[in-house]
């Protein structure tokens, strides 16, 4: 077993409040306190030069430039960075790395938009990383799908106050270990991503679950995390599936309540909990959602 400790960047502690207060007028004309959720514009910096602006809560915003650096794979492990230091007074993140700025210049040359809310640019040298990507599952509980996801119910707080927001959790196969909200559903990512390399979390029994749609860039970064299955509660893109098949994350979508589509990977679930039949005539619950 290799003993060898990891060291960890510098980073600062500038996390935000998560909502404010508005005065705003309701239907009545009445004069009511509406918590409104927080955006800010956040610009990354590496080695001096300029990576990206995220629009971003700013509620972790340390970890969301680590996993925003590791999923975009300027960086490759944690102990390539040297420190993380977040300044709100001028909206920006300086990281200084151990990897020279001619290998930063090759990353940024080529990128593909991609329907991403937030970022929208997946670096070319991360889809030639995955033709490499096959990631092994066990069997997985229809019954502990449903556990998770009444747990997961409860955890949108900033959602429920003031909307505007998506939520990503992390979990295990009885608990939610990470859960994070953001303005967009790939910072949400990136940020539990950071948070996975800080604490030194394990990824390969690992659960991850988001609110926002299954694109392809959302499987590829839980294939590059190395998560074996991704839950949503939204839908699928094509392409979203063509990589999960081409990765072999397991995939479900439309999971809310007793009801989930499992997309790819339907030998790794275990159906032990199967909810009673629905009426012949009953309305379609997937289409209204």
């Known amino acids: 077993m290799d003993n060898t400790e990891i060291k960890k960047p510098q980073i ?15 239907e009545h004309n009445d004069e009511r306190e509406f918590p409104v959720t927080g955006e800010l514009p956040l610009t990354i910096y590496v080695n001096k030069k300029e ?3 995220l629009m971003t809560l700013g509620h972790y915003p340390e970890s969301l430039v680590i996993g925003y650096l590791r999923n975009q794979g ?9 420190s993380v230091q977040v300044d709100w007074d001028v909206n920006s993140a300086v990281v200084q790395t151990t990897n ?31 033709k490499n990507k096959k990631l092994q599952s066990k069997q997985i509980k229809q019954s502990t799908i449903y556990k998770l996801l009444k747990l997961l119910h409860d955890k949108n707080e900033i959602y429920r106050q003031s909307g505007a927001v998506h ?16 303005v967009g559903r790939h910072n949400a990512v990136d940020a539990i991503a950071g948070n996975m390399w800080l604490d030194d979390i394990e990824s390969t029994d690992k659960i991850f679950y ?3 749609r299954l694109t392809s860039e959302m499987v ?13 509660r939204s839908g699928i893109t094509e392409m979203g599936l ?9 995939l479900m979508g439309r999971a809310k309540g007793k009801h989930f589509l499992v997309y790819n990977g339907s030998e790794n679930i275990e159906f032990d909990d199967k909810p009673e039949p629905r009426p012949v005539n009953a309305p379609d619950i997937w289409k209204r959602r």
Request: proline share 2%; net charge neutral; aromatic share 6%.
């Open 242 to 250: 063509t990589v999960a098949q081409e990765t072999g994350v397991t």
């Open 51 to 53: 990576v990206v602006t």
């Open 220 to 232: 590829i970064k839980v294939a590059q995390m190395e998560i074996p299955y991704l839950i949503s």
């Open 100 to 130: 020279q700025n001619q290998k930063l210049n090759n990353e940024l040359t080529h990128k593909i938009v991609t329907s991403g809310c937030g970022q929208g640019t997946t670096f070319s040298g991360i889809w030639d990383d995955l």
């Open 74 to 82: 300027f960086i490759k492990k944690i102990d390539d960075l040297v």
């Open 12 to 26: 600062s502690n500038a996390k935000r409040p998560r909502t404010s207060k508005i005065k705003v007028r309701d």
């Open 167 to 182: 939520g990503c959790a992390l979990c295990d196969k009885e608990k939610i270990i990470d859960f994070v909200e953001d």
């Open 210 to 212: 988001t609110t926002g």
